[in-house]
């Protein structure tokens, strides 16, 4: 398997991305979905990396930083057909590893609280990642949480 720094203007990234955005719609209310689109993810301060198996893109994942010591996670996405094979944790692990070499100290995430989420919330809770307060202007409701790391 192997990580790259995406660009992305593959075909197979663009469309994981607009699965992922469909998803989080038809999970959670609109108002509450802070999933970014391909302009968000493409703007300064976005680094996007996915994750292939020879030509089989596997998942996706960026790190959108918020301040000089402050990162937040975005968009972590497996693809379908590749769901419990190990493809979030290995792009979790690669995003906490730069992370660390970017010298953040602290790296947080939003997630919703529908059942949905379950598995990606066991993942964040494996690597050390703890509930805790909104950030960077998030608005709390019963539909989203947050997650941080101290690194």
């Not at 493409?42 to 596997?58: F, Y």
């Not at 730069?98 to 529908?114: D, F, N, P, V």
């Not at 805790?132 to 690194?151: I, V």
Request: charged letters at 20%.
């Amino acid at each position: 398997m192997k990580i790259i720094e995406d660009n992305l203007t593959h075909p197979a990234v663009r469309q994981l991305l607009a699965l992922h955005l469909q998803d989080m719609e038809a999970q959670s209310p609109k108002d509450t979905v802070y999933a970014l689109d391909l302009s968000g993810l493409e703007k300064g301060g976005v680094t996007v990396w996915t994750l292939w198996q020879d030509k089989a893109l596997w998942g996706c994942g960026a790190l959108h930083e918020l301040s000089p010591v402050h990162s937040e996670i975005k968009s972590m996405r497996t693809h379908p057909d590749h769901l419990r094979k190990g493809a979030a944790a290995r792009l979790l692990t690669h995003m906490i590893t730069i992370a660390r070499q970017r010298r953040y100290k602290t790296l947080s995430l939003e997630t919703g609280t529908h059942k949905g989420f379950a598995p990606a919330i066991t993942l964040y809770k494996k690597f050390g990642f703890k509930s805790g307060s909104a950030f960077a202007g998030y608005k709390t409701s019963p539909q989203n949480q947050f997650f941080h790391l101290e690194l």
